[in-house]
């Protein structure tokens, strides 16, 4: 058990371009959560998906992110046209799916938008 | 889910125990409460939940209050390890399956 993988840790972009990030959760949870963090805040909840089925998703997902998670394994978040107010720490979570579960999280990819 | 209050910071001397405390005060009947921890540049960790009783593992000890209204992390050694923002957190098992994190205690150990 490697724990879950985040990859990759830091992207610098510019404003305007598209940006996509991997995770990859631990192999026997079938549950995988986005998170966003900015700093001073705790993690808001983005999206989560329960085996390749994207299950919710928040307000805060606006038309420029999508998330998938093709065969219910690692999923990719992309954000296209980023946008300053973009920038923050993006967090991936994983779970068994258990009612009572606990959610194992990732360290995060750093994302700066110039 | 139900909201919860906590303070923004606290300190404690390493090799004391630390007590986080949380008010979750429209908690209902099917909420569990979870603590998690964040320590610098890292996800966020679990650390322990609870229904009703008093729970203790390995990291830490919580405890309910009997009308569940607010609860108290315990962690019985502070170690310097432990300086970290420590998150709060209600969650209705029964339905949602996402956390939603307040903005936690900031909890620093000082020699």
């Known amino acids: 058990d490697t724990g879950v993988s985040q990859d990759p840790r830091h992207k610098i972009t510019k404003r305007g371009q598209n940006v996509t990030f991997r995770c990859d959760p631990i192999?026997?949870?079938?549950?995988l959560y986005w998170y966003r963090q900015t700093l001073g805040q705790g993690p808001e909840f983005l999206t989560y998906?329960?085996?390749?089925?994207?299950?919710?998703k928040s307000r805060l997902l606006s038309d420029r992110f999508s998330a998938e998670r093709p065969k219910g394994s690692f999923s990719t978040l992309e954000i296209q046209r980023t946008e300053q107010g973009d920038s923050a720490m993006y967090l991936c979570a994983s779970s068994f799916g258990d009612l009572r579960e606990k959610l194992f999280f990732g360290s995060g990819t750093q994302l700066s938008v110039l | 889910d139900a909201k919860t209050t906590q303070p923004p910071s606290m300190d404690c001397a390493e090799g004391r125990a630390a007590n986080l405390p949380c008010n979750h005060s429209?908690?209902?009947?099917?909420?569990?409460v979870y603590w998690y921890r964040q320590i610098h540049s890292q996800g966020p960790q679990y650390i322990i939940h609870?229904?009703?009783n008093n729970e203790t593992n390995e990291m830490a000890s919580l405890i309910i209050t009997e009308d569940r209204k607010s609860s108290t992390l315990i962690l019985p050694h502070a170690t310097l390890r432990d300086t970290a923002v420590y998150y709060c957190?209600?969650?209705?098992?029964?339905?949602?399956?996402?956390?939603?994190f307040g903005t936690g205690t900031r909890l620093q150990v000082t020699l």
């Open positions: 192999s026997e949870h079938n549950r």
């Open positions: 957190i209600v969650r209705n098992t029964g339905t949602a399956s996402k956390l939603t």
């Open positions: 609870g229904l009703k």
């Open positions: 998906f329960q085996n390749e089925a994207q299950l919710e």
């Open positions: 429209t908690i209902s009947g099917n909420e569990y």
